[in-house]
């Protein structure tokens, strides 16, 4: 996680603000593991496999960019189950307060357009076809989006779209690492969905090393 803070840090300063992101970023859970593990074996595989030297670590920055910005909602007292303590830490709008949290969420969302802009520019497409499928696979939200729960606000009914949208960030971030080096991306991807999603018995410390 160290990149994904630094680059808050060198590009904003630190500052009490920056502090609180830094602090979400931090909370590393089964999911942002996932997200890690996914980009770091399709870069070392394909890499091998087509002898190049592909960097697309920016696709987990990306990812857990979004990821964190709706988990810090998903926490809320409004939300699920009011969440106070992840790995017996506090959780943001515990310690920073509810105001703060929601500022955290938009300000991380914001930059992850940002980080879309500068990763979009640095893959080498050789056709439009890729260009407009990277679009279309990070703007779909076919697999979460439910405008019933802001109608039946049930905590079952959230817990399902939450649950949902974290899988599709899951399918994301495959579909996206898999792009920049395949331009039919489908039967690779069914391989590697298999092959990650289902992870089990996750060892999170291995993170820290």
Known sequence: MEKSIS?????FGKTPFTTAIAYEL???DKNV??????????????NI???????????FILMVYIYHSNKILFNLPSMLDNVTLHD??????????????????????SETFIIFNELFKSLSFSDNNS?????????????YKNPTIFVHNTKHELNKFYNNFVNSILK??????LLCYYENIEL?????????IFINNINESILYK
């Not at 680059?7 to 590009?11: A, P």
């Not at 593991?33 to 394909?46: A, F, N, W």
């Not at 994301?172 to 690492?177: D, F, G, N, Q």
């Open 49 to 59: 496999k087509y002898n190049l030297n592909h960097n697309i670590e920016n696709i």
């Open 88 to 109: 017996n830490k506090p959780t943001s709008h515990i310690l920073y307060s509810e105001s703060v949290s929601q500022l955290v969420s938009i300000g991380l969302m």
């Open 172 to 177: 994301k971030t495959i579909k996206l690492s």
């Open 131 to 143: 260009k407009s499928q990277f679009f279309k696979i990070f703007l779909d939200d076919s697999d």
């Open 26 to 28: 931090n909370d590393i």
């Open 33 to 46: 593991y996932k997200l890690l593990e996914i980009v770091k074996i399709i870069e070392c595989e394909q």
């Open 188 to 196: 690779e991807y069914n391989k590697y969905y298999k092959k990650i």
């Open 7 to 11: 680059r808050i840090y060198n590009k």
